[in-house]
Each structure stands twice: as C-alpha cells, then as structure tokens.
C-alpha cells in the first residue's frame, strides 16, 4: 500500500509565497516522475510542474518563472516553492508519483489534494 501526503497549502495574500510538500511511504522500490497538478471546480486537473528521476523538469505554462519543483529522493518526497502567487493560483493542489511497487510494476498514485487560496 503507497499513500502520498500533501502539506502545505493554506492562505495567502496575492504576492505572497507557499511551499508544498508530499512524501510517499509504503512498500516503494523506487520512484520515477513525480509532480504537482491542480484543479479548480467545473475545469480539468492540469499540469504544474514535473520532475523525473532524472532528467528535464517541466512547468505549467501560467507558472513558469514563478514556481520550482524539487525533489528529495531519500526522503521520497517532492516539493513546490511557490512565489509571486496571484489570485488564479487559488485550486486545489495534487501530489502525483509513478511509483514502483514490485520487480515488473510500477503505477501511478495521487495524494488527497491541498487547497492553496490566493486573496486578492
């Protein structure tokens, strides 16, 4: 069993920063790409950042420049700096990693989901 736990959503002022964080624990080989996406009610869940594990991270067009992926391999964890945040941002965050479960299986799993609200 792989549970993903997100923290560090919350409230902010439009401008202001949030870092994000989830960690997977469970029976895990390894972990390949992990990521952040968000959705906000009537629209679909899209893209913000990616990561793999090793290689080119990717980012969501409307936050480029303003927010940064990383990772912590040992920890299993992925983290979102968020900066410059403006009233768009506000949705519900989710945490997303391709992780390996046994020798020939590895599936895609998703935390429970943060909200970030960015007033304006």
């Known amino acids: 069993q792989v549970q993903l736990v997100e923290s560090g959503g919350g409230l902010v002022q439009a401008g202001g920063s949030l870092r994000l964080s989830c960690a997977a624990s469970?029976?895990?080989?390894?972990?390949?790409?992990m990521g952040w996406y968000r959705q906000t009610p009537g629209k679909q869940r899209e893209l913000v950042a990616r990561i793999p594990s090793g290689g080119t991270t990717n980012y969501g067009d409307s936050v480029k420049g303003r927010f940064t992926i990383s990772r912590d391999n040992a920890k299993n964890t992925v983290y979102l700096q968020m900066n410059s945040l403006k009233p768009e941002d506000t949705a519900v965050y989710y945490c997303?990693?391709?992780?390996?479960?046994?020798?020939?299986?590895?599936?895609?799993?998703w935390g429970q989901g943060t909200q970030v609200t960015v007033s304006s």
């Open positions: 997303n990693a391709n992780i390996v479960t046994s020798l020939y299986r590895s599936s895609d799993y």
């Open positions: 469970g029976i895990i080989f390894s972990v390949n790409a």
